[in-house]
Nanobody
């Protein structure tokens, strides 16, 4: 199986930047897609970014496109670390951010039900 652990959540000011990390372990060779989700206060879980793990192509939710970027560790791909760089953060980005992995070949989606390995989440708070 695959395990993922997120880190990097913090308190930042509006307009600031933050980079989250997600380290995958276990049978990482099985990973086909990885994605970032968030749980905003009072809202349903939302998929914000996904990446085809081996190919590297990405897809973003409308709410974050142009501000968030996800990418794999380029210096040491063997570490199996995925990043989510978040720029121009807004108070409405405040929430619990999760990393997830999908081991089933197919399209990489932003639907939580398609992912079967989840981390515990890391808190991002954007002050106004």
């Amino acid at each position: 199986q695959v395990q993922v652990v997120e880190s990097g959540g913090d308190l930042v000011q509006t307009g600031g930047s933050l980079t989250l990390s997600c380290e995958a372990s276990g049978h990482t060779i099985l990973i086909y897609c990885m994605a970032w989700f968030r749980q905003l206060p009072g809202k349903d879980r939302e998929g914000v970014a996904t990446i085809y793990y081996n190919e590297g192509s990405t897809r973003y939710a409308d709410s974050v496109r142009g501000r968030f970027t996800t990418f794999k560790d380029q210096k040491d791909p063997g570490k199996n670390i995925l990043y989510l760089k978040m720029n121009n953060l807004k108070p409405e980005d405040t929430g619990l951010y999760y990393c997830a992995a999908d081991m089933s070949p197919g399209s990489c989606t932003l639907r939580g039900a398609d992912y079967n390995a989840w981390g515990q989440g890391t808190q991002v708070t954007v002050s106004s």
